[in-house]
Structure formats: C-alpha cells, structure tokens
C-alpha cells in the first residue's frame, strides 16, 4: 500500500518556505525549559509536546506502550511560555508528534559532516498512513551557518546548505536526507523542530507558504570544504578504532534529532 507522502518533497526531499518575520515575536526560546538529550552535536533541548506530556525527549516507541512518532500531548508549562512557538507548530493542521526547540553550539562544517545522521522518524508507523516529516524554524538569526542535507552520508556530490537567518523554515524528509547544521558564531543556534505526518493538510501548508524544492545553495570556500572532508573522515575512522578496541561492532544509531 506504501504511505501517504507530499509530492512537493518527492523530488529532492525537502522544500523551503516564504520567510517568517521572526523579529516580531518575543524570543520564548529563551523562557521555556531544556533538558540534555544525546543527539548529533553539542545540544539541548527543550520539549513543547512529548509522548505523555512531560519534559523528556524521548521516541515515542520508547514509551510504554510503544508507538509511532504520531498524537504528541502539548506540554502545559511550556506551551504557555511559548504561545507563538506553539500556534506556529499547529498551524498545518497536520498531526504533531514531537516538537521542541533545539539549542546547538557553535558546529564547524567538519564537525557537522561527522554528526550528518538520518531521523528515525516511522518506527511502528503503519503501512498506508501519513508519513512523518519534520519542520524546522530558524528562531535565532545565523547568516553564517546552514543546514546540510545528502543523500549519501560520506558523498558531497549533491550536497545542499540552505542558510539559517531568522525566520528559515524548512520541510524535510529526514528518514531520507542524511542532515546536521553547520554553526558559524559564538552563540548557541535554536530552531524549532516539529514532528508533522504528511497528508493533505501538510500539502496545503507546503501550497500556501510557497514551498520549492531547490535551494540556492550556500558559497564555501573550496578549503573550507576539503578540511570539513578531512575532518568527518578522521573522526569516521577514529570512532571506528574506538569500537575495535573495544571489540564491539561499530552501531551508528539513528539520531532523535
Ligand atoms: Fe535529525
């Protein structure tokens, strides 16, 4: 039967959005609360809907009972600090299931091609339903730093780097795209990230946001970029003789983030 999926992401697997003029809202990312989540990078996160409505993180098939990515429960401490965050997660309409605010430090490109993971967005997702996808709002303004998505995890060839100003929202299939940001700057980056299953009102969002599904992508400098191989193939090969060492074989898990 295969799932409900957006033509718009069909392509290339993801699609940009008009711009949000995110200087108009108060920066509720800095009210609501965090916790320390294992992801992709030096991270925190702080949950608006989780799977029982606490202030965890975790996959929902973590959970007792276990199910998919689907039915988020809105988090009342947090959703009250941060009501645009929240208006803007609900806005498509499409069924959230996680959704929280993701604090990254500083991320050189090298480090970001060694944290490029794929979501393990449709664990226990039923064959013939909407497949999940994820939305990303830039909330902080990063002229420097970019989000980058392959197909293939140790392949630049079709890399794209979709710049991170404030207001940036993205749509992406990342069960598909290999994905981590590169942060420029000195201060952490937030984005909110929110969990949507695919279906037709997720298309009229797409639809009226004016979705593509091809970004210009960011200029770096060819240096910058062979270091960033270098570096992702050093780290490749040291997490590996770490795990030899050790005698255990290498599990690369896929990231919740
Ligand atoms: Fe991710």
Known sequence: MGYIKSAALEETGYVVLDSYDQELDPKEWLDIEYNDWKSSGDTRFAPLASAFGEIECNGFW??????????????????????????????????????????????????????????????????????????????????????????????????VRIALPAGAQLIIDTQRLWHAATHNGTDPRYCLITSWTSGPELDAYIEKYHGVNRAESVDVPQDVLDHGYAEQARKDAARAAYYAAKGQAEVRAMSEA
């Open 62 to 159: 973590n959970h007792k009972p276990p199910r998919t990515d689907k039915d988020g429960v809105w988090i009342p401490s947090q959703v009250e600090k941060a009501p645009n965050l929240t208006r803007r997660a609900q806005e498509p309409g499409a069924n959230v299931g996680r959704c929280r605010v993701i604090e990254l430090q500083p991320t050189p490109y090298g480090d970001c091609l060694y944290n490029l993971h794929q979501d393990d967005n449709n664990r226990l997702n039923p064959d013939g339903t909407g497949w999940v996808v994820r939305g990303f709002f830039n909330l902080t303004d990063d002229t420097d730093s970019y989000f980058v998505l392959r197909e293939n995890r140790t392949d630049p060839r079709g890399e």
